[in-house]
């Protein structure tokens, strides 16, 4: 019997549409942190090449002004003729709000989810002040459904909290001051890690936090710097090794506070005799006056200071190595043209070649 072949296409047609369909194959998010000082300007250009690689969202790992004293960008566009004017007490309670307009907003519909940093807690601002300020970023309904998945009666806005897309738990720490990581924190991150080995539907863990954990090659910038930190940064890392081993799932660990890019943080002598090495970046790339490396940087996979730029992790459907992250360094020319007419290209030019001044 001879089949015509619109009968043909028609049958084809029944069996595609009876198939299951298929994951996305690839998708990637951007990540990046410390946007003080000259973040009004390197962060849109951040925006602007993450948004048109079309990721998913971006992660900010914390330190969005500078609170101690003014920003560079914020000092351009509010100086008067009487540099006397220039109130700090009114930066300050202005300083969050210039934030969210001048580097939140240029990722419009790009969901954006925010880690605290210590600039976040210096005085007068609190961890209290900083829950209402970027509720809409701390309780946003990726989050909020989420924290319902875990536990029904659970409603409490935090600043360390956990999401999970397609099989990859991304969970946001809060070591923004020396007394964290506290009990709290540690027994939500243990149940965290405790359910993510059991999941089935889990195959990875990516981890972000401002401080890196302890004994990094950047251990004089970090959870070091406490007693506590050391001690709970220490027991996380142990936890993380321990999920590692037992499941058989990658672990991925992120940090800004150092205002520098490094891959292969965990690199150290420490580490190598005291467990094992896991997966960890540092980038701090997102506006900050830059820090020199560390004398053991040599250490380090890759290693770049005095540059601006964020990460992407490109998520595929492998279980073994499933992230691939990529820094992408961003030049002076990025910087969107409305930002350079707002700031003025003597600013833009001068976050790009004096953040801090060369000597």
Same mark, same amino acid.
């Given at each position: 019997?001879?089949?015509?072949?619109?009968?043909?296409?028609?049958?084809?047609?029944?069996?595609?549409?009876?198939?299951?369909?298929?994951?996305?194959?690839?998708?990637s998010f951007a990540v990046s942190g410390d946007s003080r000082n000259?973040?009004?300007?390197?962060?849109?250009?951040?925006?602007?090449?993450?948004?048109?690689?079309?990721?998913?969202?971006?992660?900010?790992?914390?330190?969005?002004?500078?609170?101690?004293?003014?920003?560079?960008?914020?000092?351009?566009?509010?100086?008067?003729?009487?540099?006397?004017?220039?109130?700090?007490?009114?930066?300050?309670?202005?300083?969050?709000?210039?934030?969210?307009?001048?580097?939140?907003?240029?990722?419009?519909?790009?969901?954006?989810?925010?880690?605290?940093?210590?600039?976040?807690?210096?005085?007068?601002?609190?961890?209290a002040e900083y829950l209402v300020e970027f509720a809409d970023w701390?309780?946003?309904?990726?989050?909020?459904?989420?924290?319902?998945?875990?536990?029904?009666?659970?409603?409490?806005?935090?600043?360390?909290?956990?999401?999970?897309?397609?099989?990859?738990?991304?969970?946001?720490?809060?070591?923004?001051? /020396?007394?964290? *990581?506290?009990?709290?924190? %540690?027994?939500?991150?243990?149940?965290?890690?405790?359910?993510? @080995?059991?999941? $089935? !539907?889990?195959?990875?863990?990516v981890v972000g936090m401002h401080e890196a954990l302890p004994q990094?090659?950047?251990?004089?910038?970090?959870?070091?710097?406490?007693?506590?930190?050391?001690?709970?940064?220490?027991?996380?890392?142990?936890?993380?090794?321990?999920?590692?081993?037992?499941?058989?799932?990658?672990?991925?660990?992120?940090?800004?506070?150092?205002?520098?890019?490094?891959?292969?943080?965990?690199?150290?002598?420490?580490?190598?005799?005291?467990?094992?090495?896991?997966?960890?970046?540092?980038?701090?790339?997102?506006?900050?006056?830059?820090?020199?490396?560390?004398?053991?940087?040599?250490?380090?996979?890759?290693?770049?200071?005095?540059?601006?730029?964020?990460?992407?992790?490109?998520?595929?459907?492998?279980?073994?190595? /499933?992230?691939? *992250?990529?820094?992408?360094? %961003?030049?002076?020319?990025?910087?969107?043209?409305?930002?350079? @007419?707002?700031? $003025? !290209?003597?600013?833009?030019?001068?976050?790009?070649?004096?953040?801090?001044?060369?000597?």
């Amino acid at each position: 019997m001879r089949i015509s072949r619109n009968v043909l296409f028609s049958l084809l047609a029944s069996i595609i549409a009876g198939l299951p369909a298929t994951a996305q194959t690839t998708w990637s998010f951007a990540v990046s942190g410390d946007s003080r000082n000259c973040g009004d300007v390197v962060m849109p250009a951040i925006a602007k090449s993450a948004r048109a690689q079309n990721v998913a969202f971006y992660w900010h790992l914390g330190d969005y002004r500078a609170i101690y004293r003014f920003d560079q960008d914020y000092w351009q566009t509010h100086q008067t003729p009487d540099p006397r004017a220039m109130n700090i007490a009114a930066y300050q309670q202005n300083a969050w709000g210039d934030f969210i307009t001048n580097q939140l907003k240029p990722f419009g519909s790009t969901p954006v989810f925010l880690a605290i940093g210590n600039h976040e807690l210096i005085p007068p601002k609190t961890r209290a002040e900083y829950l209402v300020e970027f509720a809409d970023w701390l309780d946003s309904p990726t989050i909020r459904e989420q924290r319902s998945r875990d536990n029904a009666e659970d409603r409490a806005v935090r600043s360390y909290y956990h999401w999970i897309k397609d099989g990859i738990d991304f969970i946001t720490l809060d070591n923004a001051s /020396p007394d964290e *990581f506290d009990s709290a924190q %540690l027994n939500w991150v243990k149940s965290v890690f405790t359910r993510d @080995a059991e999941d $089935t !539907s889990v195959r990875a863990l990516v981890v972000g936090m401002h401080e890196a954990l302890p004994q990094s090659i950047s251990a004089d910038h970090s959870m070091d710097q406490s007693a506590q930190g050391e001690t709970s940064g220490r027991q996380v890392y142990q936890w993380l090794l321990a999920f590692k081993q037992k499941s058989a799932k990658p672990v991925y660990v992120l940090a800004s506070h150092s205002h520098f890019f490094m891959e292969g943080i965990f690199n150290t002598d420490f580490w190598h005799q005291n467990g094992g090495v896991l997966l960890g970046w540092i980038i701090g790339t997102a506006g900050a006056e830059r820090y020199a490396l560390p004398p053991n940087s040599s250490g380090a996979k890759a290693a770049k200071t005095h540059v601006y730029g964020y990460m992407t992790g490109t998520v595929t459907q492998s279980n073994d190595d /499933p992230i691939h *992250f990529t820094f992408h360094e %961003l030049a002076e020319s990025d910087v969107p043209q409305d930002v350079v @007419a707002r700031y $003025t !290209s003597t600013l833009v030019h001068d976050c790009w070649v004096n953040n801090p001044p060369t000597k």
